[in-house]
């Protein structure tokens, strides 16, 4: 990447960590500040969330997200999202009804609206990288070549290939996420994506699935990006949280184990987690992890790093096998 480039996505998370901290520091709730948190991404074009959101094989953009609250174990999520500005607050917004867990699609979004949340036009999560990245992916897909070929005729009135196809590959594919303890011990997790590049149409990722992509507990919370497909066959989050619990592992350990156990499944991607002490983890084998913290131990200042050399606290750990 550019140094610019470099200089955007750092920013980028400096000010998530910041906005998610500020509300902490004010003596705002863990949910608060993982839910501000995470709409700073949703809103920054640069993560794949909200309006950096990754194109599906048909050229839209489908959002997924969740939120726990480690306090009551209550939960919220929302996938299949077209008009929804801020996932993660829908997805808020469905665990405060006290009825349901889980909503998708149209459903959720009259939901949305009905709740008075931002509603945009489908045309305001395009970006020239995005649509890049998915123009490229579409080409090299040869093992759909057929199904992806009719889906994209139907879908779009412009042959694809005109672009300048700059390379985009350092720009953050995965799910944005966050965890917090806040001044009376409570956790709380959340996270949202785009999911995939080129996913089929209608797939469902992790990140809205509670106890693979999130969890939340009075021990430890939980969120998780990479390859969904694998955090939903290990039941990641809960996983680690199980371990915590049961096992009584530190969150350091219990993450790398979860993680090293995935690899060695043919996934990739990485954790944050926070304990009841506020003790925390980073924990991924990717090449790198877009992350950062705020706390005392960072003089109240955000933390952020990128790749797998930059060790930024104790529990940020990178697992090779």
């Given at each position: 990447?550019?140094?610019?480039?470099?200089?955007?996505?750092?920013?980028?998370?400096?000010?998530?960590?910041?906005?998610?901290?500020?509300?902490?520091?004010?003596?705002?709730?863990?949910?608060?500040?993982?839910?501000?948190?995470?709409?700073?991404?949703?809103?920054?074009?640069?993560?794949?969330?909200?309006?950096?959101?990754?194109?599906?094989?048909?050229?839209?953009?489908?959002?997924?997200?969740?939120?726990?609250?480690?306090?009551?174990?209550?939960?919220?999520?929302?996938?299949?999202?077209?008009?929804?500005?801020?996932?993660?607050?829908?997805?808020?917004?469905?665990?405060?009804?006290?009825?349901?867990?889980?909503?998708?699609?149209?459903?959720a979004e009259f939901?949305?609206?009905?709740?008075?949340?931002?509603?945009?036009?489908t045309s305001y999560?395009?970006?020239?990288?995005?649509?890049?990245?998915?123009?490229?992916?579409?080409?090299?897909?040869?093992?759909?070549?057929?199904?992806?070929?009719?889906?994209?005729?139907?879908?779009?009135?412009?042959?694809?290939?005109?672009?300048?196809?700059?390379?985009?590959?350092?720009?953050?594919?995965?799910?944005?996420?966050?965890?917090?303890?806040?001044?009376?011990?409570?956790?709380?997790?959340?996270?949202?994506?785009?999911?995939?590049?080129?996913?089929?149409?209608?797939?469902?990722?992790?990140?809205?699935?509670?106890?693979?992509?999130?969890?939340?507990?009075?021990?430890?919370?939980?969120?998780?990006?990479?390859?969904?497909?694998?955090?939903?066959?290990?039941?990641?989050?809960?996983?680690?949280?199980?371990?915590?619990?049961?096992?009584?592992?530190?969150?350091?350990?219990?993450?790398?184990?979860?993680?090293?156990?995935?690899?060695?499944?043919?996934?990739?991607?990485?954790?944050?987690?926070?304990?009841?002490?506020?003790?925390?983890?980073?924990?991924?084998?990717?090449?790198?992890?877009?992350?950062?913290?705020?706390?005392?131990?960072?003089?109240?200042?955000?933390?952020?790093?990128?790749?797998?050399?930059?060790?930024?606290?104790?529990?940020?750990?990178?697992?090779?096998?």
């Amino acid at each position: 990447m550019t140094n610019v480039e470099e200089k955007q996505l750092r920013n980028g998370l400096f000010n998530a960590t910041k906005a998610g901290y500020k509300v902490l520091s004010s003596g705002g709730s863990a949910l608060d500040a993982v839910e501000a948190a995470v709409r700073s991404l949703e809103d920054n074009p640069l993560f794949n969330a909200g309006k950096g959101a990754v194109f599906n094989i048909d050229g839209a953009n489908q959002l997924e997200a969740s939120i726990m609250n480690g306090q009551d174990g209550s939960a919220g999520a929302a996938t299949l999202l077209t008009t929804v500005k801020n996932p993660v607050t829908l997805a808020r917004k469905v665990m405060e009804s006290n009825r349901h867990v889980f909503m998708c699609g149209p459903g959720a979004e009259f939901y949305a609206k009905n709740q008075g949340l931002d509603i945009v036009d489908t045309s305001y999560f395009w970006t020239k990288h995005r649509w890049e990245q998915h123009e490229r992916g579409f080409f090299n897909a040869n093992k759909v070549e057929l199904l992806v070929g009719e889906c994209y005729e139907s879908s779009h009135s412009q042959k694809p290939g005109k672009s300048d196809s700059g390379d985009y590959s350092h720009f953050p594919m995965g799910t944005v996420g966050a965890v917090a303890i806040d001044a009376w011990g409570n956790l709380a997790a959340a996270t949202s994506t785009g999911g995939m590049s080129n996913k089929w149409n209608g797939r469902i990722g992790d990140t809205p699935i509670i106890g693979a992509g999130t969890w939340a507990d009075g021990s430890i919370a939980v969120s998780g990006t990479g390859t969904g497909e694998y955090f939903i066959r290990q039941g990641t989050s809960r996983y680690i949280a199980s371990r915590v619990n049961l096992l009584k592992e530190k969150a350091r350990i219990a993450s790398a184990m979860a993680i090293a156990e995935m690899k060695k499944m043919g996934g990739d991607g990485g954790v944050i987690c926070i304990d009841s002490s506020g003790r925390f983890s980073m924990t991924f084998c990717s090449e790198g992890m877009y992350r950062g913290y705020c706390s005392e131990k960072s003089n109240h200042i955000p933390v952020v790093a990128i790749f797998k050399d930059e060790k930024i606290a104790s529990g940020d750990n990178h697992i090779t096998i």
